[in-house]
């Protein structure tokens, strides 16, 4: 699956996805805008690297809308969306969220976009509970490959990065 992140705006940004199921959907406008990190590319990092295939990038691979995806290729409808929901929360989602949180504030302390006050430490520590401090290192670090990238996009410009394929291959397959 090919994902783009594109600049839609000075403080918007917009996700396309190219799916192995023969359809694009878009997330537009994506939530969490960041100049150098936006939320849903720390998702991406966090769940490549992780090899996460239920959170939201290997549900929308696997045919899925992850709750915030809309058809680019065709009308919205109830149809549409019975044949590409599925179910949130799974333990990927919410393990996804929770290291896309922890990253993307380490990666800000360590560009000291974030003050790193006792409340902003006790967050991230709540957040890195049991989670190898390596891991969340070479999280950053691959957002520091991506964020230079990204900061330097114009309104319209965008990345495009590669997803692996579903585990399930085929059309309208579910778990």
């Known amino acids: 699956m090919r994902v783009t992140f594109t600049r839609t705006g000075e403080r918007r940004y917009a996700v396309t996805a190219e799916r192995p199921v023969g359809d694009r959907v878009a997330a537009d406008p994506a939530p969490g805008f960041h100049a150098h990190v936006p939320h849903d590319l720390v998702h991406f ?3 490549r690297q992780l090899g996460l295939r239920e959170g939201i990038y290997g549900t929308l691979a696997d045919g899925g809308d992850a709750g915030t995806f809309r058809p680019l290729d065709e009308p919205y ?3 549409w969306a019975r044949r590409n929901t599925r179910p949130i929360g799974r333990p990927d989602m919410a393990r996804s969220e ?5 990253v993307q504030g380490a990666w800000e302390v360590r560009h000291a976009a974030r003050p790193t006050s006792p409340g902003i430490r006790a ?3 709540e957040r890195a ?3 190898d401090p ?3 290192d070479e999280l950053v670090d691959r957002l520091d490959e991506l964020a230079p990238r990204w900061h330097a996009l ?4 965008s990345i495009t990065l590669d ?3 579903p585990a399930h291959p085929g059309p309208g397959r579910r778990r």
């Open 123 to 125: 967050w991230l520590d």
């Open 134 to 136: 390596a891991l969340v």
């Open 77 to 79: 409808s109830k149809k």
């Open 98 to 102: 929770r290291l896309a949180q922890l």
């Open 154 to 157: 114009r309104v319209g410009g």
């Open 163 to 165: 997803w692996p394929a």
């Open 129 to 131: 509970a049991g989670v």
């Open 45 to 47: 990092v966090v769940e």
